[in-house]
RNA sequence: GUCCGGUUAGCUCAGCUGGUAGAGCGCUACAUUGACAUUGUAGAGGCCACAAGUUCAAGUCUUGUAUCGGACACCA
């Protein structure tokens, strides 16, 4: 091309496209902007005053944490969603926030002070460990949020939530005391998943199973004891307090209720035989050694046959505190202990290998030990009266457990869940729910706001006064997240913005969090305000590395979003990830696609020279004369802006994109560019005008819809178009056409 | 054990309410110093896992089988 033949067009077409010459900027024009804020947008007049809201807010992601792939996935899906709504007019508010993790947060800082200080959390204290979690937290917190920038996601900054922030906390507060004042929370002593490792109770989801091997023993307590029992853990044994067998089984009928005291490894021992139809005759020997204090089932055995729980034989440590030869041993230690006893003692009929299931703490890898502790919980099955409603199904004033109302919501389509399947497993999961754990035994968090003073407890935010001890232990990081959709809000005060913007239109988590959250939110909107907390929830699946494992640290397969980034463009990154995977299947992440993005980007910018090449100085005043192709042309757009629009709406963002990405590369570039050349060199003046004006029209609405998933260049070239071609300023803004 | 998915071109995946298969990448050949160093045109390549059923018609609906994967539960 000879380029001082170039007409009036600006010179940055001139060359390739160069994102990163671009990206960042863009970035701080739109916040400078102010358009992320939908309240600016009212102001101007982009969106009117009563324009339908649709609000989004960002899954909080760790605050000391770095940007990984799957959040990249995640929250392109979201700016897509948003940017399409924005220019549709709509008040659009997403709204960004930071978790605190708080379990893994705290065991990262007393990790470091460990290291570098050589003391314990205890040698510091509550207060001062606390402060330099903050510290830490705070510290770490640019970075992600910086991260997010990058990659070009539209939240509104000015309404920015940290988990533990002064507002979340007044929400948190008020939500635990209005649940305790309706009987919904209550303190228990029952058997928690005890990590001796974190010291501190988990919760069942965040329990992850590993298969290991193990030995199932196969004895008698005492030569004397009628009923041989088999057990994996002897070393529990001498907590056991009753034998439950099956109450048909009739090897063992003749015992049940009797009573049985002996020694059994240096600690004395009473046992009852109790029937259970929980037992299954066919496993082991068809009896089960009872012990209550450290084990769920055999605790609810010991309820149900109205048996004592205690005694605790194991500690927190992991530790035996049984009295004699295991006094004091580790647990693995004391059942070789046992297991040597009942040798020396004659009582070992046999010893098989098994694989079995070992309970362990997502976190920190430690062997959960079943304990029984007192404990703050919300009971899900338990009714209340909701004094107000507007869940389609569900009256004010009536009577209602947690359980029924998350079944409900989304029952009654209040909550959609666009992929069937997904639905399935909600309703599976509410099916297994039992009462949630919420207190933690960590500081970093918010502390349960319970006072006690002897006997007496109290539930409310502040000291009731002189000689009242705070709870020690601090919530679940769940219970503050489950508030999220109206804690960003305002809420408990009954702000403008709760009342706009809540219940949320979508919510857009990965699969691994479904109960952990999704549920959850649901339960605690549903308490709280009676509304659901989003209408839609879109599930999206994990992003694999090409040969589908999953991306982790201990694999070294992990790739760093921000040097895609810096080798492709964020455009790039983003339609990588949106496009060729249903909404709900894992994704493989490929470089080389990235690539291949990167290549449309800069068709798209050659594209945008070429027609603005050839339509430098055309004054527009006049109405073109469309010929029947520039009219089938014209058609052809608009059935795309159609198709485009139809997909996002489904939710089908893959689809509309690729739609989108189709007709801009093959259609518009390969067919309607080559085909105008002939007519743009001809005479025919007329004809020339109006395949100007086409060209013009296909490539404002071709800029149009491919903005929700390729903002940074579509906007670098809105930002170099002829002021008249315009109907605003800034594209992220303007009108979706139609 | 209960539940939920996947199985379509060499690879990664689309294919919505049934009308004899699509994209990207890769591959082959040709073209290209006129928007495009990141291009175009053409092409090869598929018993849509298998079987039975419904239908005028089945990747598409039903049932079953195989196989891979996931979630939940969990046994002493």
Redesign the pocket.
């Known amino acids: ?1 000879a380029n001082q033949a170039q007409p009036n067009i600006p010179e940055i077409f001139l060359s ?2 160069n994102p990163s010459e671009h990206e960042d900027n863009l970035y701080q024009m739109w916040n400078d902007s102010g358009y992320f804020n939908p309240d600016n947008c009212v102001k101007d007049g982009i969106a009117k005053p009563d324009a339908e809201p649709f609000t989004v807010m960002l899954p909080p992601p760790n605050v000391t944490g770095n940007l990984h792939l799957g959040h990249v996935y995640e929250d392109s899906l979201q700016d897509a969603f948003v940017r399409f709504h924005r220019m549709q007019g709509k008040r659009t508010l997403w709204v960004p926030g930071t978790d605190s993790a708080a379990i893994a947060t705290q065991a990262r800082v007393e990790k470091n002070i460990q290291k570098e200080d050589k003391k314990s959390r205890h040698d510091l204290g509550r207060e001062e460990l606390v402060k330099r979690i903050e510290v830490f937290a705070k510290e770490s917190e640019g970075t992600i949020l910086n991260q997010i920038k990058k990659v070009g996601m539209s939240l509104d900054w000015s309404r920015y939530a940290y988990a533990l922030d002064d507002e979340r906390y007044e929400a948190v507060m008020t939500a635990f005391t209005n649940m305790y004042e309706a009987g919904l929370i209550y303190r228990g002593n029952r058997i928690v998943n005890w990590d001796p490792k974190g010291q501190t109770t988990i919760s ?2 965040e329990i992850v ?1 590993e298969e290991r091997d193990a030995k199932l023993y196969t004895f008698k307590y005492n030569k004397d004891f009628p009923i041989t ?5 002897p070393e529990t044994k001498v907590g056991d307090t009753a034998v439950a067998v099956h109450p048909e089984d009739e090897r063992y009928k003749q015992y049940i209720g009797q009573t049985f005291d002996f020694i059994f490894c240096d600690v004395p021992v009473s046992v009852k035989v109790v029937a259970d139809k929980e ?2 005759p ?3 020997t ?1 009896a ?2 009872v012990t209550p204090a450290h ?3 055999d605790w609810d055995i010991a309820d149900r046959a109205n048996i004592d729980h205690r005694p605790q034989v194991i500690n927190e440590y992991a530790k035996m505190v049984a009295e004699g030869r295991l006094s004091g041993l580790k647990v693995t230690a004391a059942r070789e202990e046992v297991v040597k006893w009942l040798e020396e003692e004659n009582l070992l009929e046999k010893t098989e290998d098994i694989k ?2 070992v309970s362990t703490a997502e976190r920190t890898g430690g062997i959960i030990e079943p304990l029984p502790k007192l404990q703050w919980w919300i009971s899900v099955d338990k009714e209340f009266i909701i004094k107000h409603s507007e869940i389609t199904g569900i009256e004010s004033g009536e009577k209602i457990s947690l359980k029924e109302l998350m079944r409900k919501s989304v029952e009654n389509g209040d909550v959609v869940f666009p992929q ?2 997904f639905r ?2 909600y309703f ?2 509410i099916e ?1 729910l039992h009462d949630w754990c919420i207190s933690r035994q960590i500081w970093f968090g918010h502390r349960i706001p319970a006072w006690y003073k002897e006997d007496e407890i109290k539930v409310q935010t502040n000291s009731p006064g002189e000689g009242w001890e705070q709870e020690e232990d601090v919530l679940d990081t769940w219970f503050s997240s489950a508030l999220w959709t109206f804690s960003t809000l305002g809420w408990p005060e009954q702000t403008k913005d709760l009342e706009t913007f809540h219940p949320t239109s979508f919510m857009s988590p990965g699969y ?1 969090i479904l ?1 952990l959250w999704v549920s959850r939110m649901i339960l605690m909107s549903g308490f709280h305000l009676g509304q659901v907390p989003f209408k839609a929830v879109m599930i999206h699946g994990l992003v694999r590395d090409k040969q ?1 494992q999953k991306f982790s640290k201990s694999l070294k397969n992990g790739t760093d979003p921000l040097e895609m980034v810096k080798l492709y463009s964020a455009d790039a990154l983003r339609m990588s990830v949106l496009m ?3 909404i709900g ?2 994704i ?1 992440f ?1 470089e ?2 990235v690539r ?1 993005y ?2 449309f980007a ?2 798209l910018w ?2 945008s ?2 027609v603005l ?1 050839s339509n430098a100085d055309v004054n527009w005043e006049q109405v073109p004369e469309l010929s029947e192709r520039d009219e089938e042309i014209i058609r052809k757009l608009k059935q795309t802006v159609s198709e485009v629009s139809d997909e996002i709406d489904k939710f089908s963002l ?2 509309g994109a ?1 739609k989108a990405y ?1 007709y801009v ?2 259609e518009l ?2 067919v309607v ?2 085909e105008s ?1 002939d007519i743009l060199t001809g005479a025919d003046e007329s004809a020339k005008y109006a395949r100007q004006y086409v060209l013009k029209e296909c490539l404002i609405t071709s800029l149009k819809i491919l903005h929700p998933f390729m903002p940074f260049v579509t906007e670098a070239v809105w930002q170099n178009l002829p002021k008249e071609l315009k109907d605003q300023d800034i594209l992220m803004v303007a009108k979706w056409p139609k």
């Open positions: 091309m390739p496209y069942d989801d199973y029992i088999a057990t994996t853990r037992v299954d066919e496993f082991g068809g089960i050694g084990s769920k089932i079995q299931n069937d399947r399935k497993i599976h999961w297994n691994e109960p589908g060729g995977t249903a299947n894992d493989r490929d080389q696609q291949g990167q290549k800069n068709k050659n594209i020279r070429f090449t893959y689809l690729e189709h590369w093959h570039a390969d560019l080559e050349k």
